[in-house]
């Protein structure tokens, strides 16, 4: 891990990208403090991997057969109700 100065690293920043690609890492310090760290990124992942390590989690469940096709497409059923007049019931009852 290296250390750099803010004002070194504005002088110097296309040598420490380099050294970011390279797999160093680079932390810039303001004023004796750290303030930064720059270290390279992964290179992005496979979305299904993503998802398995979501599942794995417990976080999603993944669909065990295919949606109908006339269920997306089929028009949405009306509400008896009005969401204004949930919304204002709701307000009145201070949930």
Same mark, same amino acid.
């Given at each position: 891990?290296?250390?750099? /100065?803010l004002?070194?690293?504005?002088?110097?920043?296309? /040598?420490?990208?380099?050294?970011?690609?390279?797999?160093?890492?680079?932390?810039?310090?303001?004023?004796?403090?750290?303030?930064?760290?720059?270290?390279?990124?992964?290179?992005?992942?496979?979305?299904?991997?993503?998802?398995?390590?979501?599942?794995?989690?417990? @976080?999603?469940?993944?669909?065990?057969r295919?949606?109908p096709?006339?269920?997306?497409?089929?028009?949405?059923?009306?509400?008896?109700?009005?969401?204004l007049?949930? @919304?204002?019931e709701?307000?009145?009852?201070?949930?």
């Open positions: 891990m290296e250390k750099v /100065a004002s070194e690293l504005r002088n110097h920043l296309s /040598a420490y990208i380099k050294k970011v690609r390279a797999g160093e890492v680079v932390v810039v310090w303001d004023r004796n403090r750290p303030v930064a760290r720059l270290e390279r990124v992964a290179d992005e992942e496979n979305p299904d991997d993503r998802l398995a390590k979501l599942e794995e989690a417990g @976080l999603i469940l993944r669909a065990s295919p949606v096709i006339d269920i997306l497409k089929s028009v949405p059923p009306k509400s008896s109700e009005s969401v007049a949930a @919304l204002l709701e307000r009145q009852q201070g949930r």
